[in-house]
């Protein structure tokens, strides 16, 4: 598995926000293991901390904003884009305003100082969230739509569609996450002259210019209200004939706004808090739909906290039987584990097919055969000391045995025709001969039983 990542420094950056016209300083930070994104406003007393995550969401009219008390901080989807991107899981974000500054419109001075200050590998394992089926949100009322199917890595496909002669259907794609840099971190936030008015009378993009975001006119008004908005928003009065992008600097591609909706989509799901493994496939995203499918994500990973390994049973095993005979003392009838499939630093996953020979089905029960829960015990139990033996010069002078069993929950019967998928976790260092792990065991995707405890590593007698 992945360990988790955080910066390697501390960098920051300058700039004008794009809603509040403020000058803003944002900086990075390095962070602890498991400690997630977090947004610190620095020009507020006591300097209140918030968590990026979706449920502190507060609105997504021209952004994604969050908010704690009185604490709110607007902008951040392009960093957070960034971070999500590169790898990042562990950060501190410091701001000394109500939003991060708007740079050029897109990520690329987010990629590239990341890049400059490194990135540092942690000891902590990546919790990836592992798509298993469909899941789908959409808004009937303005046809947007997001939904992830199980695939092998993090990809996504997106279509955009307006009603407009300059921009009209596009589609963007990213499917590896080391093309972020080169194919989308540079496409740069977009809008339309006719949302210009209405956004200025919301008191927003007070720092919007054509050199931090993409102007679309599209649509033909007097030359004289065209010449209004020029002047406020500070820059040369145009034809009001002439069609198209209005830029500073010429569209990098010419799918550039799609290319940054999948930035935006990016930015707003690392509010998850934990990284994907699925296809996702938007049609007419924006911040409000992104957000609501962030929320539902959390809450399918809140109920499915702990998530069966994936098994494939045509894989080639990392321990066949014969591996686990050299390690294991036990024998038929008492060794339970059949063969492992994952072997991690920290973490080990076998399999045991569970048939109707097997002996204690003889009297556990004669007309309704289910498996002892004491011989689930003994099957995590095993499965561990393998991780534990595994890692020994000469693991044929050890045995393993209980010291201490804990938290014992059994979930589900487990009955002949099962296949047990076990998952253990080693909670703490090997110390002084002392293993301390977590157990869990899985039918398909069903946690059937979930056990801690400590075993002991001693040396056989001669």
């Not at 590896?176 to 993009?205: Q, Y």
């Not at 934990?274 to 809140?302: E, S």
Request: with cysteine; proline share 5%.
């Amino acid at each position: 598995m992945n360990k988790q990542k955080t910066l390697n420094g501390s960098f920051s950056l300058f700039g004008k926000g794009l809603h509040t016209g403020l000058s803003l300083t944002v900086t990075f930070n390095p962070a602890p293991e498991n400690h997630g994104y977090k947004i610190q406003r620095i020009d507020l007393p006591g300097e209140p901390i918030i968590d990026a995550v979706a449920e502190n969401v507060t609105e997504t009219t021209r952004g994604t904003v969050l908010t704690k008390g009185e604490a709110r901080v607007s902008t951040i989807e392009h960093a957070m884009a960034a971070l999500f991107a590169l790898g990042i899981d562990n950060c501190l974000i410091q701001v000394n305003g109500p939003e991060f500054p708007i740079l050029d419109g897109s990520a690329k001075y987010y990629v590239e100082n990341i890049e400059r200050i490194g990135i540092k590998e942690q000891n902590a394992e990546k919790d990836v969230f592992v798509i298993k089926s469909k899941i789908e949100i959409k808004d009937e009322n303005t046809g947007s739509s997001i939904i992830i199917l199980p695939d092998e890595n993090f990809s996504l496909n997106v279509l955009v569609h307006y009603q407009s002669d300059i921009l009209y259907n596009q589609f963007a794609t990213l499917e590896d996450m080391d093309d972020f840099k080169e194919e989308i971190a540079s496409s740069r936030t977009f809008v339309f002259v006719r949302e210009l008015e209405p956004l200025l009378n919301l008191g927003l993009i007070k720092g919007g210019d054509l050199d931090n975001a993409i102007v679309i006119y599209e649509r033909e008004m007097p030359q004289d209200k065209y010449d209004q908005l020029a002047d406020v928003l500070g820059i040369p009065r145009m034809d009001a004939k002439k069609l198209g992008y209005l830029n500073h600097k010429p569209l990098v591609w010419n799918n550039e706004p799609a290319r940054h909706k999948l930035l935006d989509i990016i930015g707003d799901l690392a509010l998850i808090g934990k990284p994907l493994q699925g296809r996702i496939i938007a049609t007419c995203p924006g911040h409000t739909i992104n957000n609501k499918f962030a929320r539902a994500m959390r809450k399918v990973i809140r109920e499915h906290q702990i998530q069966a390994p994936i098994y494939d049973p045509n894989r080639e095993p990392v321990m066949d039987i014969k591996r686990i005979k050299e390690l294991l003392p036990h024998r038929i009838p008492m060794l339970m584990i059949d063969k492992v499939t994952e072997l991690g630093s920290n973490y080990i996953v076998g399999i045991k097919n569970v048939t109707m020979n097997e002996p204690f089905f003889a009297g556990h029960f004669p007309e309704e055969p289910v498996m002892p829960g004491v011989m689930l015990i003994e099957a995590m139990s095993q499965c561990g000391a393998l991780h534990i033996l595994n890692m020994l010069d000469e693991p044929e002078k050890y045995s393993t045995y209980f010291v201490k069993i804990d938290r014992v929950i059994f979930h589900k019967k487990v009955v002949p025709g099962d296949t047990l998928v076990f998952k253990i976790e080693q909670t703490a260092a090997l110390r002084h001969g002392l293993a301390m792990m977590k157990g869990y065991v899985f039918v398909g995707e069903k946690l059937v039983a979930e056990a801690q405890f400590t075993g002991q590593i001693i040396k056989n007698k001669e």
